[in-house]
């Protein structure tokens, strides 16, 4: 497994466990991001930090996104862990740059497939795929 897919699961760990508690996941990262040397220390990657704070910084309009494009489902019905790959996913198809989309697809079902249903994965891939065809139309 790479670094950054690593890092990604890390991302949604946290995401998943804000989503939850009804925290923000910029709070839980500043909280989990202590430094320790011991055996059992899992310190936060960068990557992590970044996908955090572009998450969170562009939360409203990748749950509006995912609003409009997850048709049928209402983001109080889908699984908490769908909805926070969903929010990964978007935010690195259209906030990052520096990625292919088919990279961030690819990585979101790898975390769907690992950690969710097969249905979960087929309809996480429709709805990123809707999203990285219309991310040049889409107003930030």
Not at 12 to 41: H, K, M, T
Not at 70 to 96: F, K, S
Not at 102 to 131: P, R
């Amino acid at each position: 497994m790479s670094s950054r897919s690593k890092a990604r699961k890390q991302t949604l760990d946290l995401l998943y466990e804000a989503d939850i508690r009804g925290s923000s996941a910029a709070d839980l990262l500043v909280i989990r991001d202590v430094a320790d040397d011991g055996p059992d220390a899992r310190p936060i990657r960068e990557y992590t930090k970044l996908l955090i704070d572009g998450v969170v910084l562009n939360k409203r309009k990748i749950d509006e996104l995912i609003t409009t494009y997850a048709q049928g489902w209402d983001m109080d019905r889908l699984p908490a862990v769908d909805r926070n790959i969903l929010r990964l996913g978007i935010y690195e198809i259209v906030w990052a740059s520096d990625l292919d989309d088919g990279i961030a697809i690819d990585e979101a079902l790898t975390l769907a497939k690992d950690l969710s249903t097969d249905e979960s994965a087929a309809y996480i891939h429709g709805v990123l795929g809707k999203i990285s065809m219309i991310k040049e139309s889409i107003s930030l």
